[in-house]
């Protein structure tokens, strides 16, 4: 099924291990997304890429780094991991470049949990 | 900058009643409007979208109307059923720049049988 596809979905970190969230999409979009969900917060833009090889802050960037590393995959990375990145991850991907009339189709989701 | 204000939830309705989900907006220009849905432990979906004052969007017997003059999007439906409990998100994308959408805090909607 065409889609975004995020691996894992779910992951318990103890505080300071790193890891590396997965995302792949096969629809030949341009622009992809990460974002966080927190209760009471809504979505959050984490960091964008609005085409390959660019990437660019969103909201709430402090404490992750990521990669395009071709055009359908971008990975979010957490070096040091901190309770307050237990949140749940959607990536996202758009074919947004000459239009905001496109939509983003979202993955399923990582639930993390950091201890 | 631009926002978007949804009311707070949860809505709570019987099965086959009227659903309202008030949406506004702040944006210059003609910004593009959509609704998602959101379902317990899955991603958000795109539900409907309006690119135009006046536009209707309409999909799975719901309904949003770009209003322009009260810079709403308010989402409608004339008979919920028990399978549309789920968090509905309301969201623009500016006319211009990196098109970047801008998102509501999410209605949670509960439907009773």
């Known amino acids: 099924n065409a889609g975004v596809t995020q691996t894992p979905k779910f992951q318990v970190l103890k505080t300071g291990q790193s890891m590396t969230l997965q995302c792949a999409q096969d629809?030949?979009?341009?622009?992809m997304y990460w974002y966080r969900q927190d209760p009471g917060m809504g979505l959050r833009l984490i960091y964008y890429s609005a085409s390959e090889g660019t990437t660019d802050k969103g909201e709430v960037p402090n404490g992750y780094n990521v990669s395009r590393l071709n055009k359908r995959e971008f990975s979010l990375r957490l070096e040091s991991a901190a309770p307050s990145q237990t949140s749940v991850y959607f990536c996202?991907?758009?074919?947004?470049?000459?239009?905001?009339?496109?939509?983003?189709?979202f993955g399923s989701g990582t639930r993390l949990t950091v201890v | 900058g631009n926002s978007v204000t949804q009311m707070e939830g949860p809505v709570t309705l019987s099965e086959e009643a009227f659903l309202t989900i008030n949406c506004t907006y702040t944006a210059t220009g003609y910004p593009s409007l959509f609704w998602y849905v959101q379902y317990p432990g899955e991603g958000l979906q795109l539900l409907l979208k309006a690119t135009k004052a006046d536009d209707k969007g309409s999909n799975k017997g719901f309904e949003a109307t770009y209003r322009k003059e009260t810079t709403s999007f308010h989402l409608e439906k004339g008979s919920v059923q028990v399978s549309d409990s789920a968090v509905y998100f309301c969201?623009?994308?500016?006319?211009?720049?990196?098109?970047?959408?801008?998102f509501g805090r999410g209605t949670s909607l509960i439907v009773h049988p």
């Open positions: 629809m030949n979009h341009n622009s």
């Open positions: 996202a991907s758009s074919e947004a470049r000459t239009s905001g009339g496109y939509g983003y189709t």
């Open positions: 969201a623009l994308t500016p006319s211009g720049g990196s098109y970047i959408p801008t």
